[in-house]
């Protein structure tokens, strides 16, 4: 048995032996095979590489044959453009010369002359009646409006340094006679205060109000310390006093205006970047005839942004800065513009404004940082809402009744403020002021408002001294305590709306067009038509707010300024960069998309694609559809586009990945209209072709506005 089983054992061993080999030679053999295959693959990718690559070139050389073509077909298009801004300035002159025949009495506030004489005669008149003073100022109102339109809307080569300069000091010199004369129409009420006396306190308080301002007065006539607190009615404004103040002859008063005149005027005017276009041979012409030293206006540009030109202090300590931007147009920035350009193209038509927002992003980054957390940064936080100006004044003697005799002792003081804290006691701790303020209806908050006061020293809004902040949302109330009377504003931050969810532009009628912005908080619908616009509808939470700015047609740039004062802004500025976390774009490909969706948005439907984000700097990703019947269903597809070549995507939204493939039997082309036209149909592209140029015009500004290739 023991001789068996060793033989066995021999035997396995030859066995495995023979199994080893075999399994060798397999595995070679499939090693082989591998290789082989893998050869073979290599060489059909080469292969399909080559043929690709061949596909490509062919394409390329095909798009470079009619290139010129192309952009010349493109150029009359845009022709479209130098049309609208035509239009424009013929409307401006027009509108200057109906306003000179109308001969209504009302200055022309651009008329140094007409404007100087408007206001000494206002100071001379004696009138202070309060009714009156607010009628005169909404007359006044009216005036800084169109001058702060004319530095928005006007094109630097149509306006001077000299004008932009005079239009800035008229603005602060009718808001200064404005803030005096509502100032005195305040002493003229104190002098008779018993017309509004409170039955129950035998104190004065009145509420009296327009659209443009709310005048909130009470004063103390009884002195007693149980009637330290009040609330006015009408507005659930309300304060209540330190016992000191209770006992002194004192008036409080909450003089809300709606609008804001204390920011500095940087803040006020200038927030909105110009757009317009120029001809690409108007744009090397400019430049030609300039070649000074662009480095030292770059340097300026960059070292002040806003450069205080004068300085004068104003009837409530307001110091007024006068604040010239470098005019847009400034050489160095055309310069940058033209290198631009020719690095990449030689017929390009490009904006003179790219550079503003786009291009001076890059060129005058504030340099100094404000280090003091104590003062708001205006760039990031801006006042909504209007200015509270909160006032402790002293009682001016009042009348007595004599017989049939009114008699009131006359000091030529003005409206003079009652010192509290009182300066005698520095080191005592004196109470603060405690102040409730109703939020105004016409103003969105979407988050707890930050309250600053102005500090008229420093020429800033500044956070401190302001304590035990409650802010209940339901009620619109905010409740806060304060050392000293300040005037107050509720800032906001500028960018919360930023970056939108997703947007989309799509054409409703002839020259009609909806663009709908959907942020975190918010849907702002705008409809588009002819030259002007219309803010259809801000949804919030479900529900439609801000009712008394919807449904009036207005211009891109009006627009602009009724949905920041109420709040919405997506409108972003030269600095919103560095607030927003942005997908950074090249100018290049995103103005020129904005230009040419422009064009084609009286038959396309465009909206926001996930891929923009992924397609990296040098192009733009958004969805496209045909669009001609307002009911129709949108069939998106995706294009691709860096300002000098479309191309139409492969891939879905859906798609896993993002690639840049083409679409099957698709080609590129130089211009987005002619990658467009290759699966449009007749009627569409006629529609692109007799589009009004106002219209588009329209479509242009918006979308160069709101920047939605960027901040989405």
Not at 279 to 307: F, G, I, W, Y
Not at 336 to 353: F, G, H
Not at 700 to 707: C, E
Request: charged share 30%; proline share 4%; net charge negative.
């Amino acid at each position: 048995a023991n001789i068996k089983s060793g033989g066995k054992k021999k035997v396995s061993k030859a066995e495995q032996l023979r199994l080893q080999k075999e399994e060798e030679e397999r595995r070679l053999k499939e090693e082989e095979e591998a290789r082989l295959q893998a050869q073979q693959e290599e060489a059909a990718r080469l292969e399909k590489e080559r043929i690709e690559q061949e596909q490509m070139e062919k394409l390329e050389a095909k798009d470079q044959e009619r290139r010129e073509s192309e952009l010349a077909e493109l150029h009359s298009l845009e022709q479209k453009f130098l049309s609208a801004q035509q239009w424009k300035t013929d409307y401006r002159a027009h509108a200057k010369w109906k306003h000179y025949l109308s001969c209504d009495g009302s200055p022309d506030p651009t008329v140094l002359q007409e404007i100087n004489t408007f206001m000494s005669l206002w100071r001379e008149d004696q009138n202070e009646d309060i009714q009156l003073v607010m009628e005169k100022g909404e007359q006044v109102l009216n005036l800084i409006e169109k001058l702060q339109f004319l530095l928005w809307d006007t094109p630097p080569n149509e306006i001077t340094e000299k004008e932009t300069v005079q239009y800035q000091e008229s603005i602060l010199e009718l808001q200064n006679l404005l803030h005096q004369k509502y100032n005195g129409a305040t002493e003229h009420l104190l002098k008779t205060p018993n017309m509004y006396e409170d039955s129950d306190t035998g104190n004065m308080q009145a509420v009296i109000k327009d659209k443009n301002v709310t005048f909130c007065i009470w004063a103390n006539l009884k002195k007693k310390v149980r009637f330290k607190n009040h609330m006015f009615c009408d507005t659930q404004h309300g304060f209540d006093l330190p016992k000191s103040l209770a006992m002194s002859s004192v008036a409080v008063r909450i003089l809300h205006t709606h609008y804001d005149h204390v920011s500095p005027l940087w803040l006020q005017c200038l927030s909105v970047p110009k757009l317009e276009v120029l001809d690409s041979k108007e744009l090397t012409q400019h430049s030609k005839d300039n070649v000074e030293e662009p480095e030292e206006e770059e340097k300026k540009a960059r070292e002040e942004p806003n450069t205080p030109a004068e300085e004068e202090m104003c009837s409530d300590g307001r110091k007024s800065a006068i604040s010239v931007k470098e005019n847009s147009n400034s050489i160095a920035d055309i310069n940058e513009v033209e290198e631009e350009i020719e690095k990449k193209s030689e017929t390009l038509d490009i904006p003179s404004q790219v550079q503003d927002p786009l291009m001076q992003e890059e060129m005058n980054e504030k340099e100094e940082a404000i280090t003091d957390e104590n003062i708001v940064d205006l760039q990031q936080f801006v006042p909504v809402g209007g200015v509270y100006h909160i006032d402790v004044l002293q009682l001016p003697p009042q009348v007595k009744q004599i017989k049939d005799w009114s008699m009131v002792e006359l000091r030529d003081v003005g409206l003079e403020a009652y010192p509290y804290p009182p300066e005698e006691a520095e080191d005592a701790t004196h109470p603060p002021i405690q102040i409730t303020l109703r939020l105004s209806d016409n103003v969105m908050y979407f988050e707890d408002p930050v309250i600053a006061r102005w500090d008229p020293a420093g020429q800033q809004w500044r956070t401190d001294g302001i304590s035990n902040i409650t802010y209940e949302t339901q009620e619109k109330n905010i409740t806060f305590e304060m050392g000293a009377f300040y005037t107050i504003a509720l800032l906001q931050d500028a960018h919360l709306n930023m970056p939108y969810q997703a947007w989309e532009l799509q054409p409703t009628g002839t020259d009609e067009a909806l663009l709908i912005v959907t942020t975190v908080f918010a849907t702002i619908q705008i409809q588009i038509k002819g030259n002007q616009c219309m803010l259809s509808s801000v949804v919030v939470e479900e529900k439609d707010v801000l009712s008394h700015v919807t449904g009036k047609w207005i211009s891109p740039v009006d627009l602009r300024a009724v949905l920041k004062k109420a709040g919405v802004n997506i409108f972003p500025g030269e600095y919103s960069h560095k607030y927003v976390s942005v997908n950074k774009k090249a100018p290049l490909a995103e103005v020129r998309a904005y230009q040419q969706m422009a064009l084609a948005a009286s038959a396309f439907a465009f909206a926001r694609s996930k891929w923009n984000l992924e397609a990296g700097q040098e192009q733009v990703v958004f969805k496209v559809s045909e669009h001609l019947k307002a009911d129709s269903v949108k069939d998106w597809s995706l294009y691709m586009f860096n300002g000098q070549k479309a191309q139409k995507l492969k891939i879905t939204e859906t798609s896993k990945a993002f690639s840049e493939e083409l679409e099957e039997d698709s080609e590129f082309h130089s211009t987005l209209y002619h990658m467009l036209k290759d699966f449009a149909s007749k009627e569409a592209i006629d529609k692109v072709e007799t589009a009004s140029f106002l219209f588009i015009d329209v479509v242009y500004q918006l979308l160069l506005a709101t920047r939605v290739l960027t901040y989405s």
